[in-house]
């Protein structure tokens, strides 16, 4: 199993500009989450979905969307980029039933000037 | 709302000597998981240790030790013997228990940076 995968490792965007940051996995896991970490702020939830078709907002949501189509993918959409989206973005999934176990992808860097 | 409280942005520590990290949270639930995490420079995020709240029995994880005082909403981490790899950035988690299993978001702390000397 290649676990949690993401890509890009880093980007660079211009305000204003748009982007997809992928997440995947291959272990069947039917929740997958978004979090971004700033520095001296921790880790925050942006999106979440408990299944393919179903998402639901975190705690920071604003300027992000995402979509559920398959099990194995959760991609990020980044609209509009602010700089205040500069962050380093990370990719989680569990297994059903085991809340306790959450397998982080390696994460993003993003930079938005 | 959940809160977790990390007091100490940074520490040091002497190779081979123990260091205690500290972590509190505020929460009414009475059933939940506090974790804790280690991101080293590469930047993954490791699962240090587990332990649910139902347990009066602190978790252990050779090296690594927790002081679980629920009344108190505390949760530090002892890390024994420490060694040059443990140098990280440690953050603490709580996640709330759900029966169904299907709560699954964590709620961090802001992390406190360990560096262990030569």
């Given at each position: ?39 001296g702020m921790g880790l925050r939830l ?12 975190g705690e920071v ?53 | 709302a959940q809160t977790v409280t990390q007091s ?14 500290s972590c509190t949270y505020d929460t009414s639930e009475?059933?939940y998981y506090l974790f ?36 108190a909403k505390s949760f ?15 953050f603490c988690a709580f996640m709330k ?8 978001k964590l709620t961090f702390g802001k992390g ?7």
């Amino acid at each position: 199993n290649a676990g949690v995968t993401q890509t890009p490792k880093f980007q660079v965007l211009k305000t204003g500009q748009s982007m997809t940051l992928q997440c995947a996995q291959d272990m069947n896991h039917e929740y997958m989450s978004w979090y971004r970490q700033d520095p001296g702020m921790g880790l925050r939830l942006i999106h979440y979905s408990v299944g393919a078709g179903i998402t639901d907002q975190g705690e920071v949501p604003n300027g992000y969307n995402v979509s559920r189509s398959t099990t194995e993918d959760f991609p990020l959409r980044l609209l509009s980029a602010a700089p205040s989206q500069t962050s380093v973005y990370f990719c989680a999934s569990t297994p059903h039933g085991r809340q306790y176990e959450q397998y982080f992808g390696p994460g993003t860097r993003l930079t938005v000037t | 709302a959940q809160t977790v409280t990390q007091s100490q942005p940074e520490m040091s520590v002497q190779e081979a000597e123990t260091v205690t990290l500290s972590c509190t949270y505020d929460t009414s639930e009475s059933n939940y998981y506090l974790f804790w995490y280690k991101q080293p420079p590469s930047r993954q995020m490791i699962l240090v240790i587990r332990q649910e709240a139902y347990k009066q029995q602190n978790a252990t994880e050779n090296r690594f030790s927790v002081n679980f005082q629920k009344a108190a909403k505390s949760f530090s981490l002892k890390i024994s013997d420490s060694q040059l790899g443990d140098t990280a950035m440690y953050f603490c988690a709580f996640m709330k228990h759900d029966s169904g299993g299907s709560n699954y978001k964590l709620t961090f702390g802001k992390g406190t940076l360990l560096t262990v000397n030569p």
